[in-house]
T-cell receptor
């Protein structure tokens, strides 16, 4: 089983609609979580950090469910420019004595917003 | 502007040749990473360095080598021992390797072996 799993999609979303997707992680020691956006053939860029209480940034909302070990991303009022691959990143402490975490990447969820 | 610079952006190599990818950052970050991305797969960690003159193997280090002689530089050499080197290579840095902090990426180097 992969340590971080995402539905690869694509999620085809009409412009103006809402889309949501999840990312599951297997390491219960995971301590920090991020969503990155990656455009085709470009580098990933940070979209949001995910806090335990959930957080919102404009049209984007991220939630963390520690009990079920998943994080979610919701995009409201989708724009054409939201078309991208969304990468889930999880940081887990590998050893109790080691504060340096190991970052694990999901393979990404592709979102295609259509006119 | 602070950031990470990777070069070259595109590189073609013949089989059996070594090639070195450059990664420079002026963010004063301690931790630097090299990842490989293949279509349909997540980023896979090749090597990482938490401090100058020290680096650790990642999940797929075979066929690669790195050095960290300066804080701002973390070059990656793809050797002829790497069986399938054609991929998109991403260098990243982070303030430190601890549990918080954004990972900043360079624009990537796309290596094609002919």
């Amino acid at each position: 089983r992969k340590e971080v799993e995402q539905d690869p999609g694509p999620f085809n979303v009409p412009e103006g609609a809402t889309v949501a997707f999840n990312c599951t992680y297997s390491n219960s020691a995971s301590q920090s979580f991020f969503w990155y956006r990656q455009d085709c053939r470009k580098e990933p860029k940070l979209l949001m950090s995910v806090y335990s209480s959930g957080n919102e940034d404009g049209r984007f909302t991220a939630q963390l469910n520690r009990a079920s070990q998943y994080i979610s991303l919701l995009i409201r009022d989708s724009k054409l420019s939201d078309s991208a691959t969304y990468l889930c990143v999880v940081n887990a402490v590998v050893r109790a004595t080691d504060s340096w975490g190991k970052l694990q990447f999901g393979a990404g969820t592709q979102v295609v917003v259509t006119p | 502007d602070g950031g990470i610079t990777q070069s070259p952006k595109y590189l073609f190599r013949k089989e059996g040749q070594n090639v070195t990818l450059s990664c420079e950052q002026n963010l004063n970050h301690d931790a630097m990473y090299w990842y490989r991305q293949d279509p349909g797969q997540g980023l896979r960690l090749i090597y990482y360095s938490q401090i100058v003159n020290d680096f650790q193997k990642g999940d797929i280090a075979e066929g690669y080598s790195v050095s960290r002689e300066k804080k701002e530089s973390f070059p990656l050499t793809v050797t002829s021992a790497q069986k399938n080197p054609t991929a998109f290579y991403l260098c990243a840095s982070r303030r430190d390797g601890r549990n918080t902090g954004e990972l900043f990426f360079g624009e990537g180097s796309r290596l094609t072996v002919l």
